[in-house]
């Protein structure tokens, strides 16, 4: 079971429309990278965009999406012309990276967030942008697990009042299964649909409440 926030068929698209916003509204429009990303975050934009809004993944251009964030958030600016440039930034590197993040993980923008900001992804730039962007998923995995310590999976159970061997006798997954996934060594967001479908039937929650994202 591998759940993505969109079609991969939009992701080369969307990577560089976040890539361009965040290079617009920094170089172009001169706000700070984290300012604008906060407004970015509390705008429909973002929600749009991590819900695989076609509109907003495909549809839009960067400097499109700089605007409509603007405007979300209330502020009157001289509007710039429209500018992309072939030489990417590492503004552009920060956007493009931190789309495929959030399409490959399924998670919300304001989750990774809480864990990344924009300006840690720009200290990062210089080691990781000629790297395969799975370099990239793995430095934030490890944050995002130093960050979120405990698991849904083990949170859910722990309300349920259930010992991992209990939910593994009703549940009928594997204690050993239940186990990897509480210490993250084995990702749920990757096993069967199945095995997720029963553990939440005996938790008394749905499948994605199980999920990573």
């Given amino acids: 079971m591998e759940m993505h926030a969109y079609s991969e068929d939009y992701l080369l698209t969307a990577q560089r429309i976040l890539g361009d916003m965040l290079d617009y509204a920094v170089n172009e429009y001169e706000f700070d990278p984290d300012e604008f990303y906060k407004m970015f975050l509390v705008s429909d934009v973002s929600r749009q965009f991590q819900e695989g809004n076609p509109t907003y993944i495909a549809g839009k251009n960067g400097c499109e999406m700089v605007k409509e964030v603007i405007r979300s958030a209330g502020l009157?600016?001289?509007e710039i012309?429209?500018?992309?440039?072939?030489?990417?930034s590492p503004e552009y590197w920060a956007g493009w990276a931190l789309a495929y993040y959030q399409w490959y993980t399924a998670r919300p923008f304001m989750k990774i967030y809480k864990v990344v900001t924009i300006e840690?992804?720009?200290?990062?730039?210089?080691?990781?942008?000629?790297m395969d962007i799975m370099k990239f998923v793995e430095a934030i995995n490890e944050k995002w697990d130093q960050y979120y310590t405990?698991?849904?999976l083990k949170r859910l159970r722990k309300i349920a009042g259930l010992s991992q061997?209990?939910?593994?006798?009703?549940?009928?997954v594997a204690l050993r299964q239940i186990q990897l996934f509480e210490q993250k060594k084995r990702n749920i967001n990757h096993t069967r649909a199945i095995d997720v479908l029963k553990i939440g039937k005996v938790l008394g929650c749905k499948s994605e409440d199980l999920l990573e994202i």
């Fill in 81 to 88: 012309p429209d500018e992309m440039y072939l030489d990417k």
């Fill in 120 to 130: 840690d992804l720009l200290k990062m730039y210089s080691v990781y942008h000629e």
């Fill in 165 to 172: 061997r209990e939910l593994a006798d009703l549940s009928g």
């Fill in 150 to 152: 405990e698991t849904n």
């Fill in 76 to 78: 009157i600016m001289e």
